[in-house]
């Protein structure tokens, strides 16, 4: 447990000198699953324009799927739904092996997303679109914003 500490503490660092970044936060699954009744939301302080902008999975070898199926919804300062997309992320390629970066058996993929809306939002919200109510494996899910 204290080594998954020290990772995340050294990535934080090595990701702290990414000078395009504007904005980088993760929430963690607590049990390394995510159900689907659970939503992953970011909200910001003031309305934000739709930009470059990136998803983070973090996932293990638990993991028991290809890929990654989920919804992203934007809602605006009033709560009104701007913008919703259905995406897909592979996570392993054919042969098995793991997309993305990692080290042991945790591995992070991004993926950008598709934001299409010309209106500004106030907060992203995503939901796993994979029709099992557990998915295990999914340690946290993410948000990058870039220049």
């Not at 989920?70 to 709560?79: A, C, K, P, V």
Request: net charge negative; glycine share 6%; aromatic share 14%.
């Amino acid at each position: 447990m204290k080594l998954r500490y020290l990772l995340i503490l050294v990535l934080s660092l090595l990701l702290g000198c990414d000078s395009d970044r504007l904005f980088e936060k993760y929430k963690g699954m607590e049990s390394q699953s995510w159900y689907l009744k659970d939503t992953v939301s970011f909200y910001f302080d003031e309305e934000l324009e739709a930009r470059s902008s990136l998803i983070a999975v973090k996932y293990n070898q638990d993991y028991e799927f290809r890929n990654l199926y989920l919804r992203y919804f934007l809602l605006d300062s009033t709560g009104q739904e701007v913008e919703s997309q259905l995406i897909n992320i592979p996570l392993f390629e054919s042969s098995g092996k793991p997309l993305g970066s990692g080290f042991g058996n945790t591995y992070t993929r991004f993926d950008t997303l598709p934001l299409e809306s010309g209106e500004n939002f106030r907060s992203i919200h995503f939901v796993q679109y994979m029709r099992v109510d557990q998915l295990k494996g999914i340690e946290a899910v993410g948000l990058k914003r870039v220049k």
